[in-house]
């Protein structure tokens, strides 16, 4: 499931490069509005569009530029660097991470300037001096949705096939993997999906691919022999939480099996908000009912300098022990990662 947007709009200095002029091509080939902006040109807003019809506007822009590839930033606890390929997201998940970063303006923006990027990653490599280093694709988007046309994880995997201690890494909802499966990745790609309850998946992210589809797709990719995860998150501890995530562990033991002789790993993620991201939140889903009160929280200042909103230490340490158990008694095969 490809994203279609409604409008793309291509940086000039995006034409400089093969891959910005395609994709340009390719929408205007299927009738789809392209603009060319200037140097110092805003994406153009709508008179009187208010912010919940402008929130679902750039949901549904594609914005073709290129990003300075002359440092990267640290992803931790997921990898040692962030891999820029691509920001924002199609989908329509309440709970996004990204309402803090993007704000009612979540364009789709694609990253065309591939080789400076790999160059970069290149350079780190180099001066790693053989240890293992590790990059992350999927910090600021979903690269996915947006691969029929950028063709950039092809080409990443590809990259990092070749290099011995060069490791990649992304996490996506979608489920459109056939092309990645055959490609030649050498196992330095990790390939993980994105899951989470029935419940929450039908709550909260609007647009995405059901559970069943993406444990379809999962067993594609264990097929063929990539490493592999799942991103179990936002974990949501509320209500009758225990009883729906081991269901939703069962039902992955049932479509997956134990795991066994895969290269396999498990990442939980709770929920947390900031108080951007509330604000944001409540302003393009009024309705929702995420669980935003920050009483029954703890406050945590992050790793970029802004304060979240934790679950209380018992609560964390509970559902701790809880999925341990769950993944050491179902999933012998795999390992946890990490739980924050």
Same mark, same amino acid.
Not at 47 to 63: D, F, H, M, Q, S
Not at 244 to 260: N, P, V, W
Not at 295 to 300: L, V
């Given at each position: ?22 994709i ?8 789809v ?18 912010? !919940? ?7 549904? /822009?594609?914005? @073709?530029?290129?990003?300075? =590839? *002359?440092?990267? $930033? ?60 590790t ?29 011995p201690?060069?490791?990649f ?29 029935? !419940? ?7 647009? /995405?691919?059901? @559970?069943?589809?993406?444990? =379809? *797709?999962?067993? $594609?990719?264990?097929e063929?022999?990539?490493?592999s995860?799942?991103?179990?998150a ?9 009883s ?32 951007r ?17 920050p ?6 200042r992050?790793?970029f ?13 509970e559902?701790?022990?809880?999925f ?7 999933f ?9």
């Open positions: 499931m490809a994203f279609e947007p409604e409008a793309v709009f291509v940086r000039e200095r995006a034409l400089d490069w093969p891959r910005g002029r395609e340009a091509a390719y929408f205007r080939d299927r009738g509005p392209v603009t060319v902006l200037g140097p110092r040109q805003r994406v153009p807003v709508p008179p009187l569009e208010g912010p !919940r019809r402008g929130y679902i506007r750039a949901k549904r /822009t594609l914005v @073709v530029t290129t990003v300075n =590839a *002359a440092r990267f $930033l640290p992803s931790k606890p997921s990898a040692d660097y962030q891999l820029p390929l691509s920001s924002g997201c199609p989908s329509f998940c309440e709970y996004c991470y990204l309402q803090t970063t993007l704000g009612k303006r979540p364009y789709v923006q694609v990253y065309v300037n591939l080789e400076e990027i790999l160059s970069r990653a290149r350079a780190y490599l180099d001066e790693a001096g053989g240890r293992i280093r990059f992350e694709g999927s910090c600021t988007s979903d690269p996915l949705p947006v691969e029929t046309y950028t063709r950039a994880l092809r080409d990443v995997i590809t990259f990092f096939a070749s290099r201690n060069g490791r890494r992304f996490v996506t909802k979608y489920t459109d993997v056939g092309p990645l499966t055959r490609l030649a990745h050498n196992g330095h790609t990790r390939f993980r999906f994105s899951i989470n309850t029935d !419940r929450v998946v039908r709550a909260y992210e609007h647009g /995405t691919p059901p @559970v069943p589809q993406r444990l =379809a *797709a999962l067993r $594609l990719i264990l063929a022999g990539y490493p995860g799942f991103i179990v936002p974990l949501f501890l509320e209500g009758d939480w225990k729906d995530y081991e269901a939703l562990f069962h039902l992955i033991r049932q479509t997956c099996g134990d795991l066994r002789g895969a290269d396999f790993t498990f990442e939980l993620i709770t929920h947390r908000f900031t108080d991201a509330k604000a944001t939140i409540l302003e393009m889903f009024p309705h929702t009912s995420l669980p935003l009160d009483g029954r929280r703890q406050y945590r992050g790793q300098g802004y304060g979240k909103y934790l679950y209380p230490r018992d609560v964390l340490k559902a701790e022990v809880l341990e158990d769950l993944i050491g008694r179902l012998p095969g795999a390992r946890l990662d990490y739980f924050v």
